[in-house]
């Protein structure tokens, strides 16, 4: 399974655009913007969500309808991110793919966070129906906060790795 | 005189000791993502193409707060990671364009919150405040921008 992962990276490593933004000097700092340009607006329409499931903040809005209004492009955001990541690891997947780091991150991390994410957007519906939110509400909002921090220091971590 | 604050104790402490200053990075990522992408979904909004159903004013009024917080910590987080090298970062004309960036997009997201409530007022919103949210939207994209530019042409960050 490893060694097709690392074929697989190569392959990436090999393609034009994977050659593009590793040896291009504009690309590269291109690449990251899509990338954190996308996990600006994942990441903050996620943490709205959280935190108003939360109870943390203004009540203008029921977790309800924040969740509706933010739906789409809290997915937009996340494909965004998604085809920056991609990028970035087809520049030089192979060194990605044994950094310890990097392996919590993607290997382990974003996958709980994002079903957890999933979980909760789809829960949002229920437990938002009113301005308070249940107990189940609060402790599902702060766990998927938690996740993402666990995430990005993962992500923070890989350099130094 | 940046490179002596570079050794005041504290900032030694902070920038010698791995937990710390990683602690400081994911803050400083943390909350600038929840910052910017804050800010964006109002502009998203004022240029009509996110949460239309939604009053510009309740979303606004909704979202700010939690932006602003982010922003105060994203400053306090970045201005600590900038102690610890300011001798390098200070005379960076790269990181100088990153803090016109910063200053130019505040400018923005204050008048696109000062006019969400008088936007939300009239039947449609004006064209002058769309273009000023996309505006503000682009300055937070440049200032992205900028922040990565540093890393690649000054081997800085």
Redesign the interface.
């Given at each position: 399974m490893f060694e097709l992962l690392v074929s697989f990276a190569k392959w990436l490593e090999g393609t034009p655009w994977g050659i593009g933004v590793r040896t291009s000097l504009w690309a590269y700092p291109f690449t990251q913007l899509i990338h954190f340009t996308g996990l600006s607006i994942w990441i903050g329409t996620n943490l709205a969500l959280d935190l108003r499931l939360l109870g943390w903040g203004k009540h203008r809005e029921t977790a309800a309808q924040l969740r509706d209004d933010l739906f789409a492009w809290n997915w937009i955001g996340f494909c965004v991110a998604v085809l920056g990541g991609f990028l970035l690891f087809s520049s030089t997947g192979s060194t990605f793919l044994v950094n310890v780091a990097f392996r919590w991150k993607l290997g382990v991390f974003v996958p709980l966070a994002l079903t957890w994410h999933i979980v909760v957007q789809s829960k949002a519906r229920t437990w938002g129906q009113t301005s308070d939110t249940p107990m189940i509400a609060k402790l599902s909002g702060l766990a998927e906060i938690l996740l993402w921090i666990c995430v990005i220091t993962a992500a923070v971590e890989i350099p130094n790795y | 005189m940046w490179e002596a604050v570079e050794h005041w104790q504290w900032v030694e402490t902070f920038s010698s000791t791995?937990w710390m200053y990683?602690s400081v990075?994911?803050i400083h990522?943390?909350t600038?993502?929840?910052?910017?992408?804050?800010?964006?979904?109002v502009d998203?909004r004022v240029m009509g193409v996110?949460?239309r159903?939604?009053n510009v004013a309740?979303?606004a009024?909704?979202?700010f707060?939690?932006a602003w917080t982010g922003m105060v910590l994203a400053l306090l987080s970045g201005f600590m990671m900038f102690l610890a090298s300011a001798g390098d970062w200070a005379p960076d004309p790269v990181f100088h364009v990153k803090l016109l960036m910063i200053t130019l997009s505040l400018v923005a997201t204050l008048i696109v919150q000062w006019g969400a409530p008088r936007w939300a007022l009239s039947a449609e919103i004006p064209a002058w405040a769309k273009v000023m949210a996309l505006v503000c939207l682009l300055l937070?994209?440049g200032t992205?921008?900028a922040?990565?530019?540093i890393?690649?042409?000054e081997g800085l960050g």
């Open positions: - | 791995g990683a990075s994911v990522y943390l600038m993502f929840w910052f910017i992408g804050s800010v964006a979904v998203l996110a949460a159903k939604r309740e979303l009024a909704q979202v707060p939690w937070w994209i992205i921008l922040a990565s530019e890393p690649a042409m």
